[in-house]
């Protein structure tokens, strides 16, 4: 399956001066999603996370102030690339950061 997100408007201006950007960090496992949210947080940035692709798409839909989808690339059922192009589809021209993260579990299983 390949993903496009070349044809994708450009992204949402910066935010208002004075506002804090809003960050949705996505990863399927719950520690690396809190590892992310907590650097977030300690930067100043105001952040939340959800676990997994549906849950994502979810908060996107339902919070229009997220500014940046900041995804893991590898997870079970719909990857990065896959909510990346939803979430573009639901929210034209929204940044989005890739990052990949691997479980010693998961990587020990040989599933890369």
């Known amino acids: 399956m390949s993903y496009s997100l070349s044809a994708v408007p450009p992204a949402n201006p910066a935010p208002e001066p004075g506002r804090t950007p809003y960050i949705l960090v996505v990863d399927d496992e719950p520690f690396f999603a809190e590892v992310a949210l907590e650097m977030l947080l300690r930067a100043g940035y105001l952040a939340t996370f959800a676990l997994g692709s549906r849950a994502a798409l979810s908060a996107l839909t339902d919070n229009p102030e997220i500014d940046l989808l900041f995804t893991d ?8 690339f896959a909510l990346a192009a939803e979430a573009r589809r639901i929210r034209p021209g929204l940044p989005i950061l890739f990052r990949a993260s691997m479980s010693t ?8």
Do not use: C, E, I, K
Request: glycine letters at 24%; a positive charge; hydrophobic letters at 40%.
């Open 73 to 80: 690339v590898v997870m079970p059922g719909a990857d990065g």
């Open 105 to 112: 579990s998961r990587a020990s299983g040989g599933r890369w």
